[in-house]
């Protein structure tokens, strides 16, 4: 019995063995509780157990069918050719005319005149000549149309500006310092005797007179500027005294050798005009230097060349030894002699009208004047000159242009189309099997 048990057990286990690998599982075994010593221990207990049934269900499943085309329809690209007409590319010769202008040179006679500039040197020349003779032979130069001997501007109550005008070592700046208001005053540089010259710029001092201008000297023994240059720089130095009004003190020196009053004069008349004639008071200074004969020769020497000029006030500056020392001046002198001089000084430029500025009438303004004169009054000069003139004409050139020669050419390019696409798909088809399993009852 016992035999016979232990074979029907292993039937079983053989038929759960092949259900499991068809169901991936254990049915009999699962279900069967067995004792870890059934088939060991003799004394088991003996229990009573029924048999497994087998148990089928029917199962769809999928399982591969036969491959079917599918076709889809769209639009394809393809390569075809066609025929171009191209163009190519060259240069060639050609000969073109166009009108055209040229600079031809051609010799002409012209007419011209100088410039004003070219007269410039020559009306200075006549100008000065002029005043020289003047000077020598004693006439008077009227002036300008339109001026007169006495300014508007100028009465007698109005305010005037001396200007010391002479040759260099005259005593100028001497007298500037004996002028002063006081010993404060500042006084100008003035010769050491030595006879070389001193003043170099025109300064504007203050005195007892009213304004004064200490100006250069005629003929600088240090051969810093001309006369004339001297003269232009008064020029200048007046028209910035800010004063409308001027009178002159013309100065010549008795110790000197040589008589510069001519000079002087021509000097002054060539910068500032013949009128301011009337302006001016004649200073014979550093008498007594030589002797009394010497001294008389040259004052009758003085007034004889102011009655040439029709020049009517002249002082001699005759201050004493004592007073020569400038370092007081004359306001403050215990002296009488120099008091009475001094009042003589200011009745003779009382006497005398001022010239106002609007009046001078400086070298330039006569230069220019007689320049233009001058240029007016020449003859039109011929002269052969060549000129540039436009030509027109007509002018021929070759020039390379550009052409283009057609040709046909057979090129691809892409082309579109209608078709369709197929392609193997594969099936799928569902299958009805039976599947069996042990099942414990």
């Not at 016992?2 to 699962?30: H, I, P, T, Y």
């Not at 870890?36 to 229990?47: A, E, H, L, M």
């Not at 000097?267 to 002797?291: D, E, M, Y």
């Not at 009046?359 to 233009?372: F, G, H, K, M, S």
Request: with cysteine; proline share 5%; net charge neutral.
């Amino acid at each position: 019995m016992a035999l016979s048990m232990r074979v029907c057990v292993l039937l079983l286990l053989l038929v759960d063995s092949l259900e499991s690998k068809k169901l991936g599982r254990s049915c009999f075994l699962s279900s069967l509780p067995l004792a870890s010593s059934w088939f060991g221990n003799p004394r088991r207990r003996r229990s009573r157990r029924r048999s497994p049934i087998q148990v089928c269900n029917d199962v769809v499943k999928e399982i591969p069918g036969e491959a079917v085309q599918l076709c889809n329809p769209t639009t394809m690209t393809r390569t075809s050719f066609k025929t171009v007409t191209k163009f190519k590319k060259g240069k060639r010769n050609v000969t073109r005319y166009e009108n055209a202008t040229r600079v031809v040179t051609k010799a002409t006679e012209v007419e011209y005149k100088l410039p004003l500039e070219d007269f410039w040197l020559k009306a200075k020349e006549e100008i000065i000549q002029a005043i020289q003779e003047d000077l020598r032979e004693g006439r008077i130069r009227a002036p300008p149309a339109g001026t007169g001997s006495r300014s508007p501007f100028c009465g007698d109550s109005e305010a005037h500006a001396l200007i010391l005008f002479g040759p260099s070592q005259s005593t100028k700046s001497t007298m500037v310092c004996q002028l002063r208001k006081s010993m404060l005053e500042k006084c100008p540089a003035v010769g050491d005797g030595s006879g070389e010259s001193v003043t170099e710029w025109p300064e504007l001092f203050d005195s007892i007179l009213g304004p004064l201008l200490d100006t250069p000297g005629c003929f600088d023994t240090k051969l810093r500027f001309t006369s004339q240059e001297a003269a232009q720089r008064v020029a200048v130095a007046v028209a910035e005294a800010n004063t409308r009004c001027l009178k002159f003190l013309v100065f010549d020196s008795m110790a000197s050798d040589t008589m510069r009053l001519r000079d002087t004069l021509l000097t002054l008349f060539t910068v500032f005009g013949v009128q301011i004639r009337s302006s001016i008071v004649v200073i014979a200074s550093r008498p007594n230097v030589k002797s009394p004969l010497e001294d008389a020769k040259r004052l009758e020497l003085v007034r004889k060349t102011l009655e040439e000029q029709e020049l009517n006030e002249l002082v001699v500056w005759n201050i004493s030894r004592e007073m020569r020392d400038f370092s007081v001046p004359l306001v403050e002198a215990a002296s009488g002699s120099e008091h009475f001089l001094l009042d003589k000084l200011k009745n003779s430029l009382q006497r005398l009208p001022s010239v106002g500025l609007s009046e001078l009438d400086d070298l330039w303004n006569q230069t220019y004047r007689r320049a233009q004169e001058l240029c007016d009054q020449q003859i039109p000069r011929t002269k052969e000159v060549f000129v540039d003139l436009n030509e027109s004409y007509v002018r021929n050139f070759t020039e390379e242009e550009p052409y283009e020669i057609p040709y046909t050419e057979e090129v691809p390019y892409e082309e579109k189309y209608e078709g369709s696409k197929c392609e193997l798909k594969n099936t799928k088809k569902s299958i009805v099997v039976k599947e069996c399993r042990l099942q414990s009852s």
